[in-house]
């Protein structure tokens, strides 16, 4: 069982449509019931443990932040790159939009995909500037050089798996 006061980044997968998808490509289901469950099942059985909430649908993140003050909520964003689809919500596609979105919803920021900070660190110190947490995300998270990377450029926290195979600390 992991310790109470090791926190969680719940990653909230919602349906996002990308540019080339319609509507009905997709069985929605409601919105705000899952969000409800959700936090039930938080509030139910996380005890104290420090949880931050995130989500690449932007509808979700603000009725998450809307519903309760318990636990933050951050942004996820992966921007316009080689490996993801252009989404339809346009909040993902700069950082310049991603930070005008969470800051007019009060989120406590957003976590963006590493591959992008790591090809311009200008973009981390905007994110920075902007007053908003900043969490790093991706593949390229799994190198111990990347993640040092990330850190000197200020990323407040950096998301990844495999951390028993890191062999140097950071």
């Known amino acids: 069982m992991v310790p109470e006061h090791v926190g969680f980044y719940l ?3 919602y349906t996002e449509p990308d540019l080339e998808d319609s509507e009905s490509d997709f069985p929605y289901f ?3 019931e899952y969000a409800d469950l959700i936090l039930d099942t938080l509030f139910s059985h996380a005890g104290s443990r420090p949880i931050v909430l995130a989500s690449f649908d932007a509808d979700m993140c603000t009725m ?3 519903k309760q003050p318990r636990y933050s909520v951050l942004y996820l964003t992966c921007g316009v790159n080689d490996m993801w ?3 339809r919500n346009v909040c993902q596609r700069t950082f310049d939009s991603s930070i005008a979105f969470a800051k007019s919803e009060q989120l406590l920021g957003i976590s963006a995909l590493s591959s992008l900070l790591l090809t311009d660190p ?3 110190k905007k994110i920075l500037d902007s007053g908003l947490i900043l969490f790093a995300w991706g593949d390229d998270n799994n190198e111990a050089g990347n993640i ?3 850190k000197d450029a200020g990323v407040h926290a950096v998301v990844y798996d495999r951390i028993a ?4 600390p950071v």
């Open 85 to 87: 689809p252009v989404y």
């Open 148 to 150: 040092a990377k990330l």
């Open 122 to 124: 200008s973009e981390s």
């Open 30 to 32: 409601d919105r705000n």
């Open 64 to 66: 998450l932040h809307l």
């Open 165 to 168: 195979e890191l062999k140097a």
């Open 11 to 13: 990653d909230i997968k």
